[in-house]
């Protein structure tokens, strides 16, 4: 591709990026932002001016700069920024007074991210790998998501040392040497910009932009970030600085907010704060992110103060471009001059996708500059993915999971328990008894008898890591006691079909309307399940009529779980947030709200495992029902692993790619 047009005033960015990575205080910043050489603005005109403006957002790129999927080791036409670039100069091409933000998320989020902080980290004077595309690409500022924070404050400021554009975050604090307290990142900037307006003269306007993080970045980088910097409440921030912006001569303001939208009142210190944000005033557009959601769009349906036709949230522009690249979002401007101000007399905010995801056809073709760019990272990332990150004694595989402890889902529970334990280190929550509930995600039935974990005896590579764990949730943690931890079994427990012990001699397992990523299981406990008992819950989460319990023998450490005692349970954000419906679980329980993918902790697991062995941290059985043999159907390629499981016999296979299996005591 062509590189984009320098920004017109690229020769104040050479200062500003230097300060940027030096960390002033927004004061000296600003002075040095506005100390460019600047053309006379044209004589007032007596027609008030009027000029379109367009404003592009790309958000929580997570490092895919390539639409390249490192887990599957493949292309892929779902996300990457590759794919947004070609959208972006259309949009560019379409408008010619435009602005390209970047709202953070950038730095981390996939294994190109994990070579250049971690196993090849970035050496003086290299240029990280997001720069290289993004300096080329032309950014005009972009804002410090809380995923930058990661692999700490030394890495973050090296990296951002390579912007070629202005970094802002304004409700980061730090100490000064003096013990004055002073912006760790400069607040905003005011962008000097020559923009030509509808009757084809050129105007000179200074758009403020200015940066917001959330303030939880204090717990979820804690061991980075303690006693070194302190995260202030981001409408508070806005509050008090919108209006210096405007004071030192802002015509417009964009803020870009990596916060998210909620539908209900925000408090003091909170996540999602755009909502809060359209009600400060002089904020003329919001950018945001955070959340990996698209605005404009049907999700936010009902929200209140939103117009989904537009794209406004209580009249003030606003877009979030989903995650990963999927999304550009395009808002546009009509700016009119009142006096010596601009105004915005109409906005419209809207995404474009990359790809229709109805029909999952891509919509667009990558952009080569990408690739051409950070080759050599891209193949240095391809090799540290193909190589072997552990090794594996035995087959992980799948196909029994659903009836007895398999690998596939105890590795991930043993992952998710090493995260927690650091997680708890030196926190209110240390001491208490810490559990990990894991199911298996592939388990055949409706995606297919070939859809399974099968990873055959030796070198496990990273790549394995997305077979193990296929979704991007995120780890949270939730706080429970004994009794609420066994109804969260029992729910489990539905995936089974009640046995009836006098009832005909061979009988079915499993109940094909449960899905098996329901299938919880709890590391760190033992339990037998006793299908001779009805469910006590449905698919849906409500209460049968059931007495019994089907979870019995339920101990932890050999004891008899106590019903008032409380536990940590490590979990995913689907289950935490209440995905499954499971009786007791949602947001309310939740102690630690991790950003870190589950999948993460299995990366960093394997990595700390040289040789991968079977072990007893998974410790349930469904309790033999003397007198009936009990039968499952699973994929036939569970037949190669027999004879290493002594405790499953065929009955037989099927033509459609299963098999019937019995369970034998
Ligand atoms: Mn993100
Ligand atoms: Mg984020």
């Known amino acids: 591709m062509r590189p984009a047009p320098l920004p017109s005033c690229s020769t104040i960015l050479q200062p500003m990026r230097r300060i940027a990575s030096l960390v002033l205080s927004s004061f000296f910043a600003l002075g040095l932002a506005w100390s460019g050489p600047l053309q006379a603005a044209p004589a007032t005109p007596a027609k008030p001016a009027a000029l379109k403006l ?237 959340a990996h959601a698209e605005f404009p769009s049907a999700q936010f349906a009902g929200y209140p103060g939103v117009d989904l036709v537009q794209g406004r949230i209580h009249g003030v522009p606003a877009a979030m471009p989903g995650r990963w690249g999927d999304h550009l979002a395009v808002v546009d401007l009509e700016l009119q001059r009142q006096g010596r101000r601009w105004a915005v007399r109409h906005s419209r905010a809207e995404l474009r996708p990359i790809m229709d995801r109805a029909s999952r056809r891509a919509l667009v073709k990558a952009d080569p500059m990408v690739a051409h760019v950070i080759a050599r990272e891209h193949a240095d990332t391809l090799q540290a993915l193909r190589a072997s990150v552990a090794h594996s004694e035995v087959a992980i595989h799948s196909y029994f999971s659903q009836v007895q402890p398999s690998l596939a889902v105890d590795l991930v529970a043993r992952a998710q328990l090493a995260y927690l334990e650091r997680a708890v280190q030196g926190t209110a929550l240390e001491g208490l008894p810490l559990l990990s509930a894991a199911a298996p995600f592939k388990a055949g039935g409706r995606q297919g008898w070939n859809f399974y974990t099968d990873i055959p005896p030796g070198p496990l590579a990273a790549k394995h890591v997305a077979d193990l764990y296929l979704y991007p949730n995120q780890i949270k943690v939730l706080k429970l006691t004994g009794a609420e931890l066994r109804e969260w079994l029992e729910m489990s427990a539905g995936q089974f079909r009640r046995i009836d012990p006098a009832g005909p001699a061979e009988q079915e397992l499993l109940d094909d309307d449960f899905r098996a990523y329901n299938f919880d299981m709890i590391a760190g406990l033992s339990y037998e399940i006793d299908l001779s008992q009805p469910a006590r819950y449905t698919t849906e989460g409500l209460r049968t009529p059931a007495q019994g319990h089907r979870i019995v023998q339920l101990r932890y450490q050999g004891q008899a779980v106590d019903a008032q005692a409380e536990f940590l349970v490590v979990t995913n954000s689907y289950r935490a947030n209440g995905g499954g419906n499971f009786p007791g679980l949602g947001p309310a329980r939740i102690v630690v709200d991790a950003p870190d993918e589950n999948r993460q902790s299995v990366a960093q697991y394997l990595a700390s495992t040289a040789e991968f062995k079977p072990s007893r941290s998974s410790d349930w059985r469904i309790r033999p029902v003397p007198g009936v043999k009990l039968r499952f159907v699973s994929g036939a390629g569970g037949i190669a692993h027999l004879a290493q499981t002594p405790s499953i016999k065929l009955v037989e296979t099927r033509p459609d790619g299963s098999a019937l299996y019995e369970l034998v005591e």
């Open 54 to 290: 367009r404003l592009l957002q790309t958000s929580d790129l997570h490092m895919n700069l390539l639409n390249y999927d490192y887990y599957q080791d493949r292309e892929t036409d779902d996300y990457g920024l590759a794919k947004t670039i070609t959208l972006i100069q259309r949009a560019r091409a379409e408008a010619p007074n435009h602005l390209l933000f970047d709202n953070g998320d950038l730095l981390q989020g996939n294994p190109l991210g994990d070579l250049v902080a971690r196993i090849q980290p970035l050496r003086k004077g290299d240029t990280h790998p997001a720069y290289k595309v993004l300096n080329l690409l032309g950014v005009d500022a972009a804002n410090v998501g809380n995923h930058e924070f990661n692999y700490g404050l030394p890495f973050l400021r090296q990296a951002l040392a390579g912007a070629s554009f202005p970094y802002v975050s304004a409700n980061v604090m730090e100490r000064g040497a003096q013990g004055q307290v002073r912006h760790a990142f400069t607040p905003f900037v005011l962008l000097k910009r020559q923009f030509k307006d509808e009757a084809g003269r050129m105007q000179t306007l200074k758009i403020g932009v200015i940066g917001f993080v959330p303030p939880q970045i204090m717990q979820w980088d804690r061991r980075h970030l303690q006693g070194r910097v302190e995260a202030r409440d981001i409408v508070e921030t806005a509050r008090a600085l919108v209006p210096r912006m405007r004071a030192q001569g802002a015509d417009l303001v964009v803020a870009l907010a990596h916060s998210g939208f909620e539908k209900t009142e925000q408090g003091h210190l909170a996540e999602n704060t755009v909502a809060e944000l359209t009600r400060v005033p002089g904020i003329d557009a919001l950018l945001f992110g955070h």
